[in-house]
């Protein structure tokens, strides 16, 4: 339905009147084809996981414990459930008493909630640029105003996060929280230094900051090395929301709040105003799943999975892609963020990344200003190995093919061009 046609358009309330839905996303209901390589989804390879135990776990909780399973539940979650989240945290070192939990329907519920309970219009949220697309979506569903802070291959750049803390007290206002991914950030691929993980919470102490901590994918380091938490350095100043999503299934929708005891209880309140509370079956197969079966091993297999296609996709980029165009080294998760010389558009190049059967998620849609022209997130996370060779094939054929027509425009004089050979370039480009 087109927008001027649409018979309510007066009657919808004002955090929906900007809201519309992207051609982009016409065009991923055509890269689900099968003949084409997708690195658009954020998708985790379910295929990984031992199905024959997810199949026992569901059987079981069905067989012995059928009647409270398809029951009504409490809002904040069950104390079970949140009992087995607390082992899991800490196998990544991310301190949490099980009575500081919510659950929710994944951690994008999470986002949602919590934009609800801070978030009046026209508040002001500090957020990596660029960050998580669901996020901005929450946030800006929320009305809120939501300013980037650069990052690099070392994450946020906490001193211009400074920067912007001190320009805006001068204005007299302030950041209702910074939101950060601080592993495996999605889309950049980057993960934040200790050192400045450090400094982000010396810096949540001397301007009094709340910081939104989105972790989805601290456990999927290759290495299975994990960094400090932010909640670990300054728990009273952090919400910090986890999923399952990546670590055993996003189709089981379960996610979790770890927030101080005030902002808790908000959040429960709010929880029960919008779906009442979680469902009973689905937080019984992750209790199931975390307390019967091996969880441990299963992300260890996750990482082996996730490693190799890193690997593969790196190495076909090195060996596909024309000068000029730069990407992030990822040490852990899903993603590699891509960025290409000025004159190439990577909203625009879909359709015919998409006819040359491949396809990616444009930059824009991960920054609420409109940058991010010259960028795209790869995906390496579902796609089989065998595959992500030969559409980053693909890839790298339209885009040399694009630089020979941006040559031909700009000339070698190409501003972006020129900054990349001369090493000028900083930041993950822009
Ligand atoms: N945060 C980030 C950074 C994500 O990448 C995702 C999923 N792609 C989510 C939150 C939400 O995931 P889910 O709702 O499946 O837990």
Same mark, same amino acid.
């Given at each position: ?8 358009l007066t009657r919808y309330a004002q955090r929906v009147q900007g809201m519309s839905a992207s051609e982009i996303r016409a065009l991923f209901a055509v890269a689900a084809r099968p003949e084409i390589v997708s690195f658009a989804g954020g998708m985790p ?53 099980? %009575? =500081? ?17 801070? @978030?009046?219009?026209? =508040? ?20 809120? %105003? ?36 601080? *592993?495996?950030? *999605? ?71 770890v927030a101080p005891r005030p902002i808790r209880d908000k959040l429960v309140l709010l929880r029960e105003a919008a779906d009442l509370c979680p469902s009973n079956l689905t937080q019984m197969v992750v209790e199931g799943w975390l307390t019967s ?8 297999? &996750? ?30 998760? &899903? ?18 990344? @998409? ?10 849609? &991960? ?43 700009? +000339? ?16 993950? +480009? +822009?």
């Amino acid at each position: 339905m087109r927008l001027e046609t649409d018979p309510y358009l007066t009657r919808y309330a004002q955090r929906v009147q900007g809201m519309s839905a992207s051609e982009i996303r016409a065009l991923f209901a055509v890269a689900a084809r099968p003949e084409i390589v997708s690195f658009a989804g954020g998708m985790p390879a379910t295929s990984a996981l031992d199905m024959e135990a997810v199949e026992a776990v569901a059987a079981r909780v069905i067989r012995e414990t059928g009647a409270t399973a398809l029951q009504y539940g409490g809002g904040q979650g069950r104390p079970e459930l949140r009992r087995a989240l607390v082992e899991v945290m800490d196998h990544q070192g991310v301190p949490a008493h099980a %009575d =500081d939990l919510v659950i929710t329907v994944g951690g994008q519920q999470a986002l949602e909630l919590i934009a609800k309970c801070f @978030i009046d219009p026209g =508040d002001i949220v500090l957020a990596e640029g660029p960050t998580y697309v669901g996020g901005i979506g929450a946030l800006t569903s929320h009305q809120a %105003d939501i300013r980037h802070v650069p990052m690099d291959a070392d994450g946020l750049q906490v001193d211009l996060l400074e920067e912007r803390l001190h320009a805006l007290a001068a204005e007299g206002r302030r950041a209702k929280f910074v939101y950060v991914i601080p *592993n495996h950030q *999605n889309p950049a691929g980057v993960s934040m230094s200790i050192e400045r993980r450090l400094r982000l919470a010396e810096l949540a102490d001397e301007h009094d900051l709340l910081i939104l901590e989105d972790d989805p994918y601290g456990l999927l380091t290759f290495n299975g090395d994990t960094l400090p938490s932010i909640r670990s350095l300054v728990p009273s100043r952090v919400i910090y929301v986890g999923t399952m999503s990546k670590t055993f299934a996003p189709g089981v929708r379960t996610g979790w709040i770890v927030a101080p005891r005030p902002i808790r209880d908000k959040l429960v309140l709010l929880r029960e105003a919008a779906d009442l509370c979680p469902s009973n079956l689905t937080q019984m197969v992750v209790e199931g799943w975390l307390t019967s079966q091996p969880w441990r091993e299963q992300i260890k297999r &996750f990482r082996e999975v996730y490693r190799d296609k890193a690997d593969t996709m790196l190495g076909a980029l090195g060996d596909e892609m024309p000068d000029g165009v730069t990407w992030t080294v990822p040490v852990g998760a &899903f993603y590699v963020w891509l960025t290409v010389p000025r004159g190439i558009d990577t909203s625009d190049l879909l359709a015919k990344a @998409i006819s040359n059967r491949v396809a990616y998620v444009p930059g824009r849609g &991960f920054y609420a200003d409109g940058s991010g022209g010259n960028q795209m997130r790869l995906c390496f996370s579902y796609p089989e190995v065998e595959r992500i060779a030969e559409g980053v094939q693909r890839l790298g054929e339209l885009l040399h093919a694009e630089l020979e027509l941006v040559t031909a425009v700009y +000339g070698d004089d190409a501003p972006q061009l020129r900054a990349r050979r001369t090493g000028q370039a900083s930041g993950l +480009g +822009g």
